[in-house]
């Protein structure tokens, strides 16, 4: 008989996200099972038990996928589970706390491309402002930015202080650049905003943060993108299915919430399908996530012949 294909789901929080689990049984998994208030010091034990009971060749039909809801934990959690392994039972290893990692990935996968196609440049260089960008996506959508040779900063409506501590953990964490900017009010958007580049709109569902009082202020902006996808939207003026369609009364371009998770959806399933197919091991965090995304979106644009 052969071996089923498992994913085991690891989650310091009190239950594992169901899009996970759905999107772990659609990319080919057949049984899946998660570990609810899995923290950091039960990684070891658990990816142990994992590993040795299904031997050399179980193991390749095995998988540990890590969730939960903070970025940072998250990424020592699966650097952990890789350490635990011991050859020749090592298996795949995907990480992605609250969608944070591919939705992340796919934000500034569809700016890049963005700013290619309107201006043939990409993100090196670009000033980069997040707004809401202490959240899990925020935090990584600047690491993958800095990544790409952005200059980046990081906003909190809770101030400067908040915004720098933020930075900088993420920053020393990843070992990239970033900077923190106060959001606590209209003023300090406005400030904020207006020497951008590239705004990320990355805070709660709901909440508008940048209005169209605010966009007249970002004079140098090129490309704004949000992952709001309940009203009011997150930028005024960029409607969740735009893809590059330009901001009514400036110059730059929108993309909203859909346009970003569709790229997301599919950054998440082939990133599940290669863990399952793999013939040797793989190990995928937001760096993995960003390549695949950008991969899908040149797929898609080529078929569209853009």
């Known amino acids: 008989m052969e071996r089923p294909y498992i994913l085991h789901m690891f989650t310091?929080?009190?239950?594992?996200s169901p899009f996970d689990i759905n999107m772990a049984a659609d990319a080919g998994y057949q049984i899946i099972v998660p570990y609810c208030e899995a923290g950091l010091d039960a990684v070891t034990a658990l990816t142990q038990d994992t590993i040795f009971s299904r031997g050399p060749k179980g193991v390749s039909r095995t998988g540990i996928f890590i969730g939960g809801r903070d970025a940072l934990l998250a990424a020592d959690m699966l650097e952990r589970a890789r350490a635990a392994m011991v050859k020749p039972f090592v298996v795949s290893v995907m990480a992605d706390p609250s969608g944070a990692y591919t939705t992340a990935a796919a934000m500034v996968a569809c700016v890049e491309a963005a700013l290619l196609r309107s201006t043939?440049?990409?993100l090196a260089g670009q000033r980069v402002v997040i707004l809401g960008g202490t959240g899990p996506v925020g935090r990584i959508a600047g690491v993958i930015a800095a990544q790409a040779g952005a200059e980046v900063q990081i906003s909190s409506r809770n101030g400067i202080d908040v915004a720098e501590?933020?930075?900088?953990?993420?920053?020393r964490?990843?070992?990239v650049q970033l900077h923190g900017v106060s959001g606590g009010d209209r003023a300090a958007v406005?400030?904020?905003i207006a020497g951008a580049d590239v705004v990320l709109a990355c805070a709660a569902a709901g909440v508008q943060v940048v209005s169209a009082e605010d966009l007249g202020h970002a004079q140098r902006l090129k490309v704004a993108a949000d992952v709001n996808a309940v009203p009011p939207e997150g930028v005024a003026g960029v409607g969740v299915m735009d893809d590059g369609k330009p901001i009514a009364g400036t110059q730059a371009l929108g993309i909203g919430a859909l346009?970003?998770?569709n790229v997301k959806y599919q950054t998440q399933h082939r990133l599940l399908v290669q863990m399952r197919e793999a013939e040797k091991a793989v190990t995928l965090g937001f760096a993995e996530a960003f390549a695949t995304a950008r991969a899908f979106i040149a797929e898609t644009?080529?078929?569209?012949g853009r």
Do not use: D, I, L
């Open 165 to 171: 501590e933020a930075a900088q953990q993420t920053a």
């Open 190 to 192: 406005r400030t904020s």
């Open 301 to 304: 644009a080529a078929a569209k």
């Open 173 to 175: 964490r990843f070992g």
């Open 120 to 122: 043939g440049a990409g």
């Open 12 to 16: 310091p929080g009190r239950q594992m």
């Open 259 to 261: 346009a970003v998770g």
